[in-house]
C-alpha cells in the first residue's frame, strides 16, 4: 500500500505543450493539494479539492487546471507549459486541511 | 503569499550534537506542524502541535507551540546522520491551507 502516489516522476516537455501531473492516494482522504516548490519561494500552494467534484483556488493556480471526479485522484494539467513551470510538483493528502501528507514529488522541465 | 519565518536558515552540526530551530509569524495560528524533506523525496510529517503551550514529542524529536500563537520550536537532541535535510514549519489558521516556512537546512559534519 503505497498510499500516495505521483506519476510521473520526472518529466520534460517543450513550451506549448499540455502536460498532466497525475496523484493517486490510497488513504481515501477527502482534502487533495498541489503544491509547487521552488528554490526562494518554498512550497506554494496551487490547487486544492476539499472532496470530489470540489476544487479551489490556491496562491498560484493561473496556467494550471485540475479535476477531481474520484476521491482518489486528483490530476494537474499544465494546459500551455511555460518554462516559468519549470519545478518540483507535490501532491498531498489529508483527513481535514491541515495535517498533510506528501508524495514523493514530479520534477517537471520545461524546455 | 506569507511564509513564516524560520531560523536559523541553515545549520552545520556534528553528530551527537542537540539541535534547536525556531519559526515565526506576525498572524496567529491555531495548529502548527512540522515537517522534514529529504532531497528528492517529498516532506514528511514529524510533529503537530494543537494548543499554545503544547510540548510534543517524536522519539529524539520535541516541538513546542508557542505561547503567543506566533511561534513554534522544534528541538533534536543527540542528531544522527539521517537527521540531515530540511525541516519545514507550517501553521494552519481555518483557512483550509497550510502557511509554510522557508525552512532549516540541516547538515552534519563528519
Known amino acids: 500500500d503505497a498510499g500516495i502516489t505521483q506519476s510521473p516522476r520526472y518529466k520534460i516537455t517543450e513550451t506549448g505543450r499540455q502536460v498532466t501531473l497525475m496523484c493517486h492516494q490510497t488513504?481515501?482522504?477527502?482534502?487533495m493539494f498541489w503544491y509547487r516548490q521552488d528554490l526562494g519561494h518554498g512550497l506554494r500552494l496551487i490547487y486544492y479539492s476539499a472532496a470530489a467534484d470540489i476544487t479551489d483556488k490556491g496562491e498560484v493556480p493561473d496556467g494550471y487546471v485540475v479535476s477531481r471526479s474520484k476521491t482518489e485522484n486528483f490530476p494537474l494539467t499544465l494546459e500551455s507549459a511555460t518554462r516559468s513551470q519549470t519545478s518540483v510538483y507535490f501532491c498531498?493528502?489529508?483527513?481535514?486541511?491541515?495535517?498533510?501528507?506528501f508524495g514523493p514529488g514530479t520534477r517537471l522541465t520545461v524546455t | 503569499g506569507q511564509q513564516l519565518n524560520q531560523s536559523p536558515q541553515s545549520m552545520f552540526i556534528q553528530e551527537g550534537e542537540d539541535v534547536s530551530m525556531n519559526c515565526t509569524s506576525s498572524?496567529?495560528?491555531?495548529?502548527w506542524l512540522w515537517y522534514k524533506q529529504d532531497p528528492g523525496e517529498g516532506p514528511v510529517l514529524l510533529i503537530a502541535l494543537y494548543k499554545a503551550g503544547e510540548l510534543t514529542s517524536n522519539g529524539r524529536l520535541t516541538a513546542q507551540f508557542g505561547i503567543t500563537r506566533k511561534d513554534s520550536f522544534l528541538n533534536i537532541s543527540a542528531s544522527i546522520p539521517s537527521d540531515v535535510g530540511i525541516y519545514f514549519c507550517?501553521?494552519?489558521?481555518?483557512?483550509?491551507?497550510?502557511?509554510f516556512g522557508t525552512g532549516t537546512r540541516l547538515t552534519i559534519i563528519p
Open positions: 498572524s496567529i495560528f491555531n495548529t
Open positions: 498531498a493528502t489529508g483527513t481535514g486541511s491541515y495535517e498533510q501528507y
Open positions: 488513504w481515501s482522504h477527502s482534502y
Open positions: 507550517a501553521g494552519y489558521f481555518g483557512n483550509e491551507k497550510l502557511t
